[in-house]
């Protein structure tokens, strides 16, 4: 079993900044690519960053140049470094993880319960 949990969500000024942590834990044997997707209630969800296995990254045109993914393969987290933040930035924020539970190439897609973000002007 795998738990993904995100945390690091909060209210802030517009212009300021957050930084989100996404946690696995369990049956882990490597984790692969981890996106940070968000969720503004009444619309789909969006993807915002991606980094993967390697730490390549890429971002939402929306977040290009104000967020920053990374990633700490020894504590298994991912962090988002969020700056210059804008009120159009809030909403749920959810962490996605493919993980492989053994040698084998299948990768299993978890999600997080989601942190809010809240950006006020």
């Known amino acids: 079993q795998v738990h993904v949990v995100e945390s690091g969500g909060d209210l802030v000024q517009a212009g300021g900044s957050l930084t989100l942590s996404c946690v696995a834990s369990?049956?882990?044997?490597?984790?692969?690519?981890v996106n940070w997707h968000r969720q503004i209630p009444g619309k789909q969800r969006e993807l915002v960053a991606t980094?993967?296995?390697?730490?390549?990254?890429n971002y939402a045109d929306s977040v290009k140049g104000r967020f920053t993914i990374s990633r700490d393969n020894f504590k298994n987290t991912v962090y988002l470094q969020m700056n210059s933040l804008k009120p159009e930035d809030t909403a749920v924020y959810y962490c996605?993880?493919?993980?492989?539970?053994?040698?084998?190439?299948?990768?299993?897609?978890?999600w997080g319960q989601g942190t809010q973000v809240t950006v006020s002007s």
């Open positions: 996605n993880a493919l993980i492989a539970h053994g040698s084998s190439s299948y990768l299993y897609s978890y």
């Open positions: 369990g049956s882990i044997f490597s984790i692969n690519a």
């Open positions: 980094i993967t296995s390697g730490g390549r990254t």
